[in-house]
């Protein structure tokens, strides 16, 4: 039988054509006609954002002006939450739709599980009407972009909007393959350290990719001293080195020449540590305001005050370097008319946090600062601010912009179909959940790990498994204890047996497909 060459075969073509310029992969002469109907979807995840250092949302620091600007023409998720404390658990849950205990992607650089790869985003729009871009910074989001990868058109490598890649081969010569290839490549250079075990880097290889390494960063520090004074923005002891300009920029290019209707799911590492902003927001921040010194908790990592502070404030200087490339990219947006049919959402897969003498995020506990991210959704047409104050999940947005775009809910989704975008009654007692359990086996039930289940105005944690700190439990009331400096948690309170039997039922369900009959 002839097989019909469809519009998704020809964009996958034109899409993998090397001629194209570098800055523009898909030339404006393959442009398509707009479907007024049906409307561009644009996600822009900015990496590690927490809700609790944005200004839009009552930060005494003005670190978003321009997200404030934006929220005066969108809808603003005000309790918002994440679906883990990483990049791996939380990007799975906002492209799946699941929580980390369905999906299973919970550990460091953790894929979905096998069964459940085609529960994304990008297979649900998946019927050669939406054309899929994506781009992210992050190698651990990388790895779940590249498993979902049938589904999706143009996935640009990061390596090409970089000034400084140390990776050679997974993107170049790998495509097919690139988790195992980037793994294998990086347990050669560099190591691999894994929860339980670290695996050696081969000498040679390791010593000569080391002095390679040295001089190539070296050569950037010197070229752009000026201009970033603490080195270029960079992933975590500096795999990559990029200009956060370079893929905005490119992002605008691409989404103005793309096919239409068109899905960019575009993920940027900023404001992730390290916290290296242009020169421009450095020194941005006086000190008159001092955040409150809390508690230390039994996972501290013995982090002074003032190493926090110090450390907060840096990552607020590249929280507003970040918002003032979010803002170019809606002025961009808004000159050119794409504001007028595209879904535009503004996110992060998880928050930082600077207390208890814990910094960033890669810690058991749960504490809001990790957990609540915004969420800011403008809709075509839209011209007053909407604020909704209930809970809502990460797991919430595959469900809505399916439902946007007019396409059927699948039933496999953990989230529901966020305010605003439909008329039903608004849940305010619904339970949100967001789980760590980095250390668990993958196809086994969860016996070691962080579960934060979201009630209403209460916050119900439960650590279980851990030494030292097995089956322990904290309760907070977010309403009027918003920096959950007072625990609840006790016996006697009546409020505890409810939230406590349906956090415990939760897990119980989660477990069953894995538990042993």
């Not at 992969?25 to 006609?33: G, H, K, R, V």
């Not at 979807?41 to 200004?55: G, M, Q």
């Not at 990007?91 to 980390?100: I, K």
């Not at 902003?277 to 039994?298: A, G, R, V």
């Amino acid at each position: 039988m002839k097989k019909e060459f469809s519009r998704r075969d020809f964009l996958k073509v034109g899409a993998s054509i090397p001629l194209l310029k570098l800055a523009m992969d898909i030339s404006p002469q393959e442009t398509f006609l707009r479907d007024l109907h049906t409307p561009n979807i644009l996600i822009v995840v900015f990496d590690a954002l927490s809700a609790t250092n944005v200004s839009l949302h009552g930060y005494p620091r003005e670190t978003t002006p321009n997200l404030s600007s934006f929220a005066e023409q969108a809808t603003v998720y005000n309790r918002h939450y994440a679906g883990g404390s990483f990049t791996s658990p939380g990007t799975a849950s906002l492209l799946t739709g699941t929580y980390p205990w369905t999906n299973r992607a919970f550990h460091l650089y953790g894929t979905v599980a096998r069964e459940f790869e085609q529960n994304n985003l990008f297979h649900s729009f998946g019927d050669d009407d939406y054309h899929r871009m994506v781009f992210t910074h992050n190698d651990l989001a990388a790895m779940l972009l590249y498993q979902f990868g049938d589904d999706i058109e143009f996935h640009k490598n990061t390596k090409e909007l970089c000034r400084f890649s140390e990776y050679f081969l997974a993107d170049d010569y790998f495509p097919s393959d690139h988790n195992a290839a980037f793994l294998g490549e990086r347990t050669i250079t560099r190591g691999q350290r894994g929860q339980d075990l670290q695996l050696p880097s081969t000498t040679f290889f390791s010593a000569l990719h080391r002095v390679w390494r040295t001089h190539e960063k070296q050569s950037l520090r010197v070229d752009y001293k000026n201009e970033f004074p603490r080195g270029l923005p960079s992933t975590n002891a500096g795999p990559i080195q990029y200009l956060l300009e370079d893929a905005t920029d490119w992002v605008q290019q691409q989404i103005s020449a793309a096919p239409q209707p068109f899905m960019g799911y575009f993920h940027f590492l900023p404001p992730h540590e390290p916290y290296n902003p242009h020169k421009d927001f450095i020194n941005i921040f006086n000190e008159e305001w001092q955040p409150i010194s809390k508690p230390e908790h039994h996972f501290s990592q013995n982090h002074t005050q003032n190493e926090l502070n110090r450390k907060r404030k840096n990552y607020d200087e590249y929280i507003a370097y970040a918002d003032a490339e979010f803002g170019k990219l809606v002025d961009f947006m808004r000159k050119n008319g794409l504001l007028d049919n595209t879904i535009l959402v503004l996110t992060s897969d998880h928050g930082e946090m600077f207390e208890r003498g814990i910094l960033e995020h890669i810690t058991p506990t749960l504490y809001e600062p990790i957990t609540r991210v915004p969420l800011i959704i403008s809709q075509p047409g839209q011209n007053k601010r909407v604020d909704v104050d209930s809970p809502t999940s990460c797991t919430d947005l595959l469900p809505t912009l399916l439902h946007a775009a007019g396409k059927a809910v699948p039933d496999w989704s953990d989230g529901r179909i966020l305010p605003a975008f439909t008329e039903d009654d608004i849940d305010t007692e619904r339970s949100i959940f967001t789980v760590e359990s980095k250390s668990n086996p993958k196809p086994s039930p969860l016996t070691k790990g962080t579960v934060a289940m979201v009630k209403g105005r209460y916050k119900m944690v439960h650590y279980f498994g851990y030494d030292g700190f097995d089956d322990q439990f904290e309760m907070y009331d977010l309403e009027n204890d918003p920096d959950e400096l007072e625990d609840l948690y006790s016996e006697s309170n009546t409020l505890v047996g409810d939230l406590k039997a349906e956090l415990l039922a939760a897990i119980e369900e989660a477990n069953k497909p894995y538990s042993r009959s």
